[in-house]
Structure formats: C-alpha cells, structure tokens
Nanobody, 119 residues
Framework: QVQLVESGGGLVQPGGSLRLSCAAS????????MGWYRQAPGKQRELVAT???????NYADSVKGRFTVSRDNAENTVYLQMNSLKPEDTAVYYC?????????????WGQGTQVTVSS
C-alpha cells in the first residue's frame, strides 16, 4: 500500500507564497507522473500541475508563470511552489502519483491540504 502525505497548506494574503510538499510512504516504487490537483467549493477537481519522471512539466493556464512543480525521484516527493497567490487559488489541493502497471495505470491520492488566499 502507498500513502501520499501532504504538507504546507495554510492561510496566506493575496500576493503571498506557499510551498506544498507531498511524500510517498514508499521509496522502493517508482512513479511515472506526480502532480497536484485542486478542488474549490462547488467546483470539480482540476489539474494544477504535473511532472514526469523525466522532469517534463504541464501547468493549468491559470497558474502558468506563478506556480512551479518539482520532484525528488529518490525520495518520491513532489513539490508545488506557489507565488503571487490570488483569492481564486483558494481550494483543497490534492497530491497525485501515477504508476504504470500491466495493462494500465494506477493513481494514488493524498488526503488534501487546504490553501486559503484572503486578506
């Protein structure tokens, strides 16, 4: 069994910064894609940023230029540096890790961490 443990959420003023971290409970497994999704009240979960094991990244248009995703493959940890935060970034942020398995893939999810951007 694999658990993803997130940390780093909280309350920040508009224009501020936060850094989220997510560590997998096992380092003997490799993950192809790791990343972050978010869900605001009354909205569907949406992609924020992903990063492959080869460090290729993908970002939602709404966060490009403000957020940076990175990972440490040896520690199976993924990070999300969030700068110039806006009230519309307020959401529960979920860490995701995907492994390719025979015949498909398997997704793992963290428990979520709240990010609130408010003055």
């Amino acid at each position: 069994q694999v658990q993803l443990v997130e940390s780093g959420g909280g309350l920040v003023q508009p224009g501020g910064s936060l850094r989220l971290s997510c560590a997998a409970s096992r380092t003997d497994l490799s993950f192809n894609d790791m990343g972050w999704y978010r869900q605001a009240p009354g909205k569907q979960r949406e992609l924020v940023a992903t990063i492959t094991s080869g460090d290729s990244t993908n970002y939602a248009d709404s966060v490009k230029g403000r957020f940076t995703v990175s990972r440490d493959n040896a520690e199976n940890t993924v990070y999300l540096q969030m700068n110039s935060l806006k009230p519309e970034d307020t959401a529960v942020y979920y860490c995701n890790a995907r492994r390719l398995i025979l015949g498909g893939s398997r997704d793992y999810w963290g428990q979520g961490t709240q990010v609130t951007v408010s003055s």
